[in-house]
């Protein structure tokens, strides 16, 4: 089955760690995105990439990375310079931008 | 620049009552507009799309959604409420001017009552 697949379900940070999320899409979209999710806040994008090897900046980029080596791939990394990162992150792909999201089953992380 | 507000972060219903969601839009030129569904611990599932072929939009599990530009509105209806529609609901634009990358609103909490 074609979709989009998020890991690990449930992530522990350690103060001053980096930790990344990993997203794989089989469903051979151009388009892929890492949206956060805050109680009471909707959806708030933090990378996004429309090719492989390429990829810009979100509405809250700082303190995450993100890499797009390949196009199935779109792994995003929070740095230890995100104070906050507990949260609830979905990952997404599409055709293009202006067309239906599939989104991932999302990655609770929370800091021990 | 494009930008989504839902009015009423929680809306409760009784079972077999009317759903309406608000959704107002803010853009500069046409947009795209989609209505998601979330169930707990999940991702999002799209519920409908408008793209301009026609203002009354009709989506899975009798969901449906009018564009009305006058207005900039989107609202999210059903006819009767069921159980399984105990969600949250997000919806969003997409337009040029954001290079189409969808804006999401902070979404609106459906309770259904027995």
């Known amino acids: 089955d074609g979709g989009i697949t998020q890991s690990p379900k449930y992530l522990f940070r350690k103060e001053g760690q980096n930790v990344t999320l990993s997203c794989e899409q089989n469903?051979?979209?151009?388009?892929m995105y890492w949206y956060r999710q805050d109680p009471g806040q909707g959806l708030r994008l933090i990378y996004y990439?429309?090719?492989?090897?390429?990829?810009q900046k979100g509405d809250i980029a700082e303190g995450y990375s993100v890499s797009r080596e390949k196009k199935e791939s779109f792994p995003l990394t929070v740095t230890s310079a995100q104070k906050n990162p507990t949260a609830f992150y979905l990952c997404?792909?599409?055709?293009?931008?202006?067309?239906?999201?599939?989104f991932g089953s999302g990655t609770q992380l929370s800091v021990l | 620049a494009q930008s989504v507000t839902q009015l009423g972060s929680h809306v409760s219903v009784s079972e077999g009552a009317l759903v309406l969601l608000r959704c107002n839009y803010s853009s500069s030129v046409p947009p795209y507009l989609f209505w998601y569904v979330q169930y707990p611990n999940q991702g999002l599932q799209l519920l409908l799309k408008y793209t301009s072929a026609a203002t009354l939009v009709k989506g899975i599990n009798d969901f449906e959604a009018e564009f009305k530009k006058s207005e900039t509105s989107f609202h999210l209806t059903k006819p009767s409420a069921h159980m399984s529609d105990a969600a949250e609901y997000f919806c969003a634009v997409s337009e040029a001017g954001g290079s189409y990358i969808p804006t999401f609103g902070r979404g609106t909490s459906l309770i259904v009552h027995p």
């Open positions: 990439s429309q090719i492989v090897n390429d990829f």
């Open positions: 997404a792909s599409s055709t293009r931008p202006n067309e239906k999201l599939f």
């Open positions: 469903l051979n979209h151009d388009a």
